[in-house]
């Protein structure tokens, strides 16, 4: 039997409903193949615990009623879909863990402050809830714990992975391997102390591409609650539908610019392992959903092929020129390390001769513009550049696919469609690996500029 990682999100596992249909797809799936599944907390749960947190951190007595609340649903899940003789050591186990939180939040509540670890040890609780519940819904499941394997060090108030040290840790712990896993997402503990930390926000999908890479899994099944990558967002394009079968570094791109469905970054280890990523929606487990690898089978490089539409809202543009603008000392090098020491986040940049476009969300604009009058004021003074020009209220639209060498045909393309619809774009970017171009419109123009890209695109 050949092994599987599947992975499911915080809807999959947020309802007796979904969690119903993720143990028939386990049980399914476990007739041919050895499962490791892996889950997130119960959907909305993550949010909810840092909520909580901040109410006891603001003295809110009101957290006390939350946590009761969170036991409950916990409990209902329990009276609702596990087997009977089951349900009351599986409450125990919950109101424990249960008692050990509300320690937790009361020691935060007295302290009027949360640490790094004692937030990390609040948001554990969804995780290590979630995968006890799913491990006793499924027959003859083993539970392991990713916090005995999965190792992290802190740097900068970040945990980051500590690669080596899990990949052994992890071998030994699927030394066998059982036909039926349930692992916890996201959490992981300190490699020193052993204190419990985690992967960020999302971590759920790192772990299960840590656990299908380092033990050579067939394939890794993200399954969530949609059919897939879809060429756009299904509820701005109507005629929108999945994308089958995808490169790596389009889904990389299509996510980069404003696709939500996975988080890329963390599937690399995969990746970079070749083995396939299913993209599978929970709710719809006949439909194929996406496939992506490595790199599909190329295409002969004349022939322009697309496989979707992102976009992104509230973005303003930046731009940077000026007479003497080559003259400049260090002007990239400085733009970037201005702006990044100070936490803003640059989406893309685009250059040309003459100018310097910065494309950053709306919400850092003011910011943005801050840092680098403060960076370049000299420059401005003795009139090399002009004053820092600044444009919100924009939005993005991201057609990605393989373009290589057909940048400006297929620029020309666009304008003289868009032209047609009266959208004119305000900016064009080549993506950095030739396989998207990302236009910036109004953005009251962008689903106009969606609708008839799509059309003749895709
Ligand atoms: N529960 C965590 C979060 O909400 C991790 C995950 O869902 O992947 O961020
Ligand atoms: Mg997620």
């Known amino acids: 039997m050949s092994l599987k990682v599947l992975k499911f999100g915080g809807t999959s596992v947020g309802t007796v409903e979904s969690i119903s249909l993720l143990k028939g797809i386990v049980e399914h799936e476990a007739q041919t193949d050895d499962i490791i599944v892996v889950v997130s907390a119960l959907g909305g749960l993550t949010d909810r615990l840092i909520a909580t947190a901040d109410m006891a951190k603001g003295r809110d007595e009101a957290y006390l009623a939350e946590v009761t609340a969170m036991q409950k649903r916990h409990h209902d899940m329990i009276d609702a879909i596990v087997a009977p003789h089951r349900q009351e050591s599986l409450k125990q186990y919950i109101d424990a863990q249960f008692a050990d939180l509300s320690d937790l939040y009361s020691t935060i ?88 930390t985690n992967l960020g926000r999302g971590g759920s999908d790192f772990t299960a591409a840590i656990l299908a890479a380092e033990l050579g899994a067939e394939a890794l099944e993200i399954w969530t609650d949609v059919d897939g990558f879809m060429t756009a967002d299904p509820r701005i394009i109507a005629e929108a539908h999945t994308i089958v079968d995808m490169s790596y570094s389009d889904a990389m791109e299509l996510c980069n610019y404003g696709a939500k469905v996975i988080y890329p970054p963390t599937l690399y280890p995969v990746c970079q392992k070749k083995i396939p990523i299913y993209v599978k929606n929970t709710f719809h487990a006949s439909h194929c959903g996406t496939r992506i690898v490595n790199k599909i089978a190329a295409l002969p490089s004349s022939r322009l092929s697309f496989c979707g539409l992102s976009s992104m809202k509230e973005i303003s543009v930046l731009s940077i020129k000026g007479p003497e603008m ?84 297929l620029r020309e393309r666009i304008s003289a469609v868009l032209a047609r619809a009266e959208v004119n774009p305000i900016l064009y970017h080549l993506g950095s690996e030739h396989n998207s171009i990302t236009l910036v419109v109004e953005k009251p123009q962008v689903q106009t500029a969606l609708n008839v890209l799509h059309r003749e695109f895709l």
Request: charged fraction near 20%; proline fraction near 2%.
């Open 326 to 409: 080559q003259g400049v000392y260090g002007l990239h090098r400085r733009i970037a390390s201005c702006l990044l020491e100070k936490g803003v986040e640059i989406l893309f940049m685009d250059s040309s001769d003459d100018s310097i476009s910065l494309i950053v969300r709306d919400a850092a604009c003011a910011d943005a513009v801050g840092y680098l009058h403060d960076e370049f004021q000299n420059a401005v003074r003795n009139g090399r550049l002009h004053p820092i020009g600044a444009r919100s209220g924009l939005a993005t639209v991201t057609l990605v696919g393989s373009i290589a060498d057909s940048y400006d045909i």
């Open 109 to 196: 509540y007295n302290e009027q402050r949360a640490s790094l670890e004692t937030m990390a040890a609040v948001v554990s609780f969804g995780e290590l809830l979630s995968s006890n519940l799913t491990a006793n819904i499924i027959e003859g499941a083993v539970w392991k714990d990713s916090r005995e394997f999965i190792k992290t060090e802190t740097r900068h108030s970040r945990f980051t992975i500590c690669e080596d040290l899990t990949a052994q840790l992890l071998h030994d712990a699927f030394l066998s391997v059982p036909h039926i896993t349930v692992c916890p997402g996201f959490i992981s503990s300190d490699c020193h102390d052993g204190h419990v």
